[in-house]
């Protein structure tokens, strides 16, 4: 399979705070490429949001504004790209209100969910967070909501999910953006 994984951690509830990103790059079922980057967003920072991913106002205060980090990872939104996220709802909304926030083009590509493909492939999970679905399947998630160890956590859940069950379940649940 070849696909990108990405993640976003956000600093508050509007979808445009992104405060860090991730992109991993898988060819030929490898992860080939890593990208991680703190993200100084145009907004304040809440609490809850601090609480879940640890990242604090201090954190990114040298960190580059998302239109600069854009420039080093557009390339991989292409018509054809599939990109991967877990609760891609989440991560494909930010993406596009971040874009948007700052006049940015918003590109087209394929979407797959890893929450989706997991809930239709292991009903029998508890609950289909990542954590919870990473444990199942054996993977390492060293720090959950650090953006670059829940895109490698999501892109090893596809690879694991292809592996399993082939390519074809998860075709029907490809979405284009």
Do not use: C
């Not at 100084?40 to 106002?57: E, M, R, V, Y």
């Not at 009903?123 to 054996?138: M, S």
């Not at 596809?158 to 082939?166: A, M, N, P, T, Y």
């Amino acid at each position: 399979m070849n696909f990108i994984a990405m993640d976003f951690e956000t600093a508050n509830a509007k979808r445009y705070s992104a405060v860090s990103i991730a992109v991993v790059v898988v060819r030929d079922d490898q992860v080939v490429d890593e990208f991680y980057s703190l993200l100084k967003p145009p907004t304040d920072f809440s609490q809850q949001n601090i609480n879940i991913h640890g990242i604090h106002p201090q954190d990114v205060e040298d960190a580059p504004q998302f239109p600069l980090v854009w420039q080093k990872i557009q390339q991989f939104y292409t018509g054809e790209q599939l990109v991967v996220a877990h609760n891609a709802a989440f991560d494909n909304s930010v993406l596009k209100a971040t874009l948007e926030y700052y006049h940015l083009p918003t590109p087209h590509y394929l979407s797959l969910d890893t929450v989706k493909t997991s809930r239709r492939l292991y009903p029998q999970l508890t609950n289909h967070k990542l954590n919870t679905v990473a444990e199942a399947l054996e993977i390492p998630l060293h720090h959950h909501h650090h953006a670059l160890d829940d895109t490698l956590a999501a892109a090893q859940i596809l690879l694991k999910q292809s592996q399993e069950f082939g390519v074809d379940p998860l075709k029907s649940l490809v979405k284009v953006i």
